[in-house]
C-alpha cells in the first residue's frame, strides 16, 4: 500500500454511511406506494401540478430540483482542479469511462434490451421515452452520493474532490451535445430548445449560484464552520425534496405501474449492466496503469454512478411528468445504493489482489 492510501484509510476509518443514504432504496420504495396511491385517489391535485408549467418547465419540480442540487454543489470547491495533475491517471481513466463509454454503453444497453428483448412486455408507446430517460441517467456523472461512496471505499479525498469538480465542468458543455447525439443515434427526436433550457437551468445557472454563495460563505477563516452549518440546515431540505419529487412522479406513472408491475424490474436490468460494466473496467484500467487503490477504488465507483437528481428534471423537462423517460431516470434512484454499495464490497475486498500486481 503507498504511504498516500495508508494515509486516506487512517482517516477513513470508521467510515459510515448516513442513516438515510443507506436506507435510500427503502425511501423510494415507499415513494413508490405512496405516490400510486395518491395518484389513484387525488387524480385532480396531480393533474393541477402538471399544468402548473413555464416554457415547459414544471415550476414545483424546479424548486424542488433545486432544492436537491444546490446542496450538493455547494459541496465543491472548483479550486481542487489544480489536484488534477497529481492523480491524472485515475482522472483520466475515470474521464474516458464517463465520458467516453458510459452513455454510449447505456444507450447500447437500452437498444438491445428497451427496444428489442423486452419490448413485447412494455407500454410500445413508451419504449422511445425509456430509451431516453436511460440515456439521460448515464450522461451526468455523480455529484453527491460519490462522497458517500470514496468514504466508504478509503477513497482519497483530494483525488476525489479534483474529479468532481472536473466533471461539474465538462456536464456545462458537454451534457447537452452527448444527450442529443444518443438520441438522434436511436432515432428520437431532439427538443433542442427544451434540451438546452434544462442545461442552463439545472447546471450552468446551479453551478453559479452555488459557486458564489460558497466563494461568499468562505470569505474569512470562519468559512469552514459558516459552510458546514449551512449544508447541515440544507440537508433536510434536499432530503425532503428528493422524497417530495419521487411521490409526485409515482404519482402521475401509478396507473403505468399498476397494469405492468414488471415495467421497474425491465427497466432497472440495463442499469445494473451498465453499473457493473463501467465500474470493472474503470477498476481494471486503473490497475493496468498502476494507480493507487485510494485513487482506483473512487475512480471506479465515480464511473458507474450517475447525477439521478440532474436525470430527473432534463426528463421531466423535456418528456414530462407522466414520461417513460421520467420513470426511467427514478428506477435509477430506486437501485442506486444497493448497487453501488455492492461495488464499494467488490472493490474493498478485492484490495490484495489489486495491489498485488502494484
Not at 423510494?28 to 400510486?36: D, K
Not at 395518484?39 to 424542488?64: D, H, K, Y
Not at 453527491?144 to 471505499?153: P, R
Not at 465500474?279 to 450517475?306: D, E, Q, R, T, W
Given at each position: 500500500?503507498?504511504?498516500?492510501?495508508?494515509?486516506?484509510?487512517?482517516?477513513?476509518?470508521?467510515?459510515?454511511?448516513?442513516?438515510?443514504?443507506?436506507?435510500?432504496?427503502?425511501?423510494?420504495?415507499?415513494?413508490?406506494?405512496?405516490?400510486?396511491?395518491?395518484?389513484?385517489?387525488?387524480?385532480?391535485?396531480?393533474?393541477s401540478l402538471g399544468a402548473m408549467e413555464v416554457a415547459s418547465v414544471n415550476i414545483p419540480i424546479a424548486v424542488?430540483?433545486?432544492?436537491?442540487?444546490?446542496?450538493?454543489?455547494?459541496?465543491?470547491?472548483?479550486?481542487?482542479?489544480?489536484?488534477?495533475?497529481?492523480?491524472?491517471?485515475?482522472?483520466?481513466?475515470?474521464?474516458?469511462?464517463?465520458?467516453?463509454?458510459?452513455?454510449?454503453?447505456?444507450?447500447?444497453?437500452?437498444?438491445?434490451?428497451?427496444?428489442?428483448?423486452?419490448?413485447?412486455?412494455?407500454?410500445?408507446?413508451?419504449?422511445?421515452?425509456?430509451?431516453?430517460?436511460?440515456?439521460?441517467?448515464?450522461?451526468?456523472?455523480?455529484?453527491?452520493?460519490?462522497?458517500?461512496?470514496?468514504?466508504?471505499?478509503?477513497?482519497?479525498?483530494?483525488?476525489?474532490?479534483?474529479?468532481?469538480?472536473?466533471?461539474?465542468?465538462?456536464?456545462?458543455?458537454?451534457?447537452?451535445?452527448?444527450?442529443?447525439?444518443?438520441?438522434?443515434?436511436?432515432?428520437?427526436?431532439?427538443?433542442?430548445?427544451?434540451?438546452?433550457?434544462?442545461?442552463?437551468?439545472?447546471?450552468?445557472?446551479?453551478?453559479?449560484?452555488?459557486?458564489?454563495?460558497?466563494?461568499?460563505?468562505?470569505?474569512?477563516?470562519?468559512?469552514?464552520?459558516?459552510?458546514?452549518?449551512?449544508?447541515?440546515?440544507?440537508?433536510?431540505?434536499?432530503?425532503?425534496?428528493?422524497?417530495?419529487?419521487?411521490?409526485?412522479?409515482?404519482?402521475?406513472?401509478?396507473?403505468?405501474?399498476?397494469?405492468?408491475?414488471?415495467?421497474?424490474?425491465?427497466?432497472?436490468?440495463?442499469?445494473?449492466?451498465?453499473?457493473?460494466?463501467?465500474?470493472?473496467?474503470?477498476?481494471?484500467?486503473?490497475?493496468?496503469?498502476?494507480?493507487?487503490?485510494?485513487?482506483?477504488?473512487?475512480?471506479?465507483?465515480?464511473?458507474?454512478?450517475?447525477?439521478?437528481?440532474?436525470?430527473?428534471?432534463?426528463?421531466?423537462?423535456?418528456?414530462?411528468?407522466?414520461?417513460?423517460?421520467?420513470?426511467?431516470?427514478?428506477?435509477?434512484?430506486?437501485?442506486?445504493?444497493?448497487?453501488?454499495?455492492?461495488?464499494?464490497r467488490i472493490v474493498n475486498r478485492s484490495k490484495p489482489w489489486y495491489e498485488a500486481g502494484l
Amino acid at each position: 500500500m503507498s504511504v498516500q492510501c495508508e494515509t486516506t484509510a487512517s482517516r477513513a476509518a470508521g467510515a459510515e454511511m448516513p442513516f438515510f443514504e443507506k436506507y435510500l432504496s427503502l425511501w423510494v420504495a415507499l415513494c413508490i406506494v405512496v405516490g400510486i396511491l395518491l395518484g389513484q385517489f387525488l387524480p385532480g391535485f396531480f393533474e393541477s401540478l402538471g399544468a402548473m408549467e413555464v416554457a415547459s418547465v414544471n415550476i414545483p419540480i424546479a424548486v424542488l430540483i433545486w432544492l436537491m442540487i444546490l446542496p450538493m454543489l455547494l459541496k465543491i470547491d472548483f479550486h481542487s482542479l489544480m489536484e488534477v495533475r497529481q492523480h491524472w491517471k485515475g482522472v483520466g481513466v475515470t474521464l474516458f469511462i464517463n465520458w467516453g463509454v458510459k452513455p454510449f454503453s447505456m444507450a447500447l444497453l437500452a437498444w438491445i434490451f428497451i427496444r428489442n428483448l423486452f419490448a413485447d412486455w412494455l407500454p410500445a408507446d413508451q419504449l422511445d421515452s425509456y430509451i431516453a430517460g436511460l440515456i439521460l441517467l448515464a450522461a451526468a456523472p455523480c455529484t453527491a452520493m460519490v462522497f458517500v461512496w470514496s468514504g466508504l471505499s478509503n477513497g482519497h479525498p483530494g483525488f476525489t474532490l479534483s474529479q468532481v469538480a472536473l466533471n461539474d465542468l465538462i456536464m456545462v458543455f458537454a451534457f447537452a451535445p452527448i444527450v442529443a447525439l444518443l438520441l438522434g443515434i436511436s432515432s428520437i427526436h431532439v427538443p433542442w430548445a427544451t434540451l438546452f433550457l434544462s442545461v442552463v437551468l439545472y447546471i450552468v445557472l446551479p453551478v453559479i449560484v452555488a459557486t458564489l454563495w460558497r466563494q461568499w460563505l468562505m470569505r474569512d477563516e470562519d468559512g469552514q464552520d459558516r459552510l458546514k452549518r449551512v449544508l447541515g440546515r440544507m440537508h433536510p431540505l434536499s432530503l425532503s425534496a428528493l422524497l417530495i419529487t419521487l411521490v409526485l412522479l409515482f404519482g402521475f406513472q401509478g396507473s403505468q405501474i399498476i397494469t405492468k408491475p414488471v415495467i421497474i424490474l425491465l427497466l432497472a436490468i440495463p442499469i445494473l449492466i451498465q453499473v457493473y460494466f463501467n465500474s470493472g473496467l474503470a477498476y481494471l484500467l486503473n490497475k493496468k496503469f498502476g494507480v493507487a487503490h485510494c485513487v482506483a477504488a473512487p475512480s471506479a465507483l465515480i464511473g458507474a454512478s450517475n447525477f439521478f437528481e440532474l436525470a430527473v428534471a432534463a426528463a421531466i423537462s423535456i418528456f414530462g411528468l407522466q414520461s417513460g423517460a421520467a420513470l426511467a431516470t427514478v428506477v435509477g434512484v430506486l437501485v442506486e445504493v444497493p448497487v453501488m454499495l455492492s461495488v464499494v464490497r467488490i472493490v474493498n475486498r478485492s484490495k490484495p489482489w489489486y495491489e498485488a500486481g502494484l
